[in-house]
T-cell receptor, first 117, second 112 residues
Framework: SAVISQKPSRDICQRGTSLTIQCQVDSQVTMMFWYRQQPGQSLTLIAT?????????ESGFVIDKFPISRPNLTFSTLTVSNMSPEDSSIYLCSVEVGTSGSYNEQFFGPGTRLTVL | QKEVEQNSGPLSVPEGAIASLNCTYSDRVSQSFFWYRQYSGKSPELIMS????GDKEDGRFTAQLNKASQYVSLLIRDSQPSDSATYLC????????????FGSGTRLLVRP
């Protein structure tokens, strides 16, 4: 597995502002991902953070709203821009780690609980 | 649209019983299957992964996969109150091997 940390763990923000969430891994990983988990819901993939190139966004998520940086193989940031109350959610980063059987497993960071007023 | 279906529960079992959690998926070419446990207010924790038809056991947990029926299950033996959590089934497929599609989760309640 991998040890993943996220900052901040929680925040309360005003609508119209932006928040940048950081994700740090204790080892180099190729694949890092950002998910959203809205209250009472399951996880939805926002984007794949690619090192050295633009992130790959899923349907319904756009770079202007959720810009992502991936400057190296251990770190990524997700910014939630021009926030509205609908953005209130838990934001999770995850990393993919290879197993001895050549399949990959994903492990999640502790999450960032965002409340937008 | 690829889907992963789970009964939302809650599934209530007495302490010491076997809890059986089920998941079906729509994409026949799915290759990798995962069970995550999520306690309230916490992030998902990977507890089992399975890739081949049949059973895979790890301690009190057994994952079962039937690709022909597009069905994966998780059995928890000797259930403990500490097993009370939401269990998320996740599936990844051949088109994008890393992309996990999650079910909505089943809430398990183990009664002392």
């Amino acid at each position: 597995s991998a040890v993943i940390s996220q900052k901040p763990s929680r925040d309360i923000c005003q609508r119209g502002t932006s928040l940048t969430i950081q994700c740090q891994v204790d080892s180099q990983v190729t694949m890092m991902f950002w998910y959203r988990q809205q209250p009472g819901q399951s996880l939805t993939l926002i984007a794949t953070a690619n090192q050295g190139s633009e992130a790959t966004y899923e349907s319904g998520f756009v770079i202007d709203k959720f810009p992502i940086s991936r400057p190296n193989l251990t770190f990524s940031t997700l910014t939630v821009s021009n926030m509205s109350p609908e953005d209130s959610s838990i934001y999770l980063c995850s990393v993919e780690v290879g197993t001895s059987g050549s399949y990959n497993e994903q492990f999640f960071g502790p999450g960032t609980r965002l409340t937008v007023l | 649209q690829k889907e992963v279906e789970q009964n939302s529960g809650p599934l209530s079992v007495p302490e010491g019983a076997i809890a059986s959690l089920n998941c079906t998926y729509s994409d026949r070419v799915s290759q990798s299957f995962f069970w995550y446990r999520q306690y309230s207010g916490k992030s998902p924790e990977l507890i089992m992964s399975i890739y081949s038809n049949g059973d895979k056991e790890d301690g009190r947990f057994t994952a079962q996969l039937n690709k022909a029926s597009q069905y994966v299950s998780l059995l928890i033996r000797d259930s403990q109150p500490s097993d009370s959590a939401t269990y998320l089934c996740a599936v990844s497929g051949m088109d994008s091997s890393y992309k996990l599609i999650f079910g909505s989760g089943t809430r398990l309640l183990v009664r002392p």
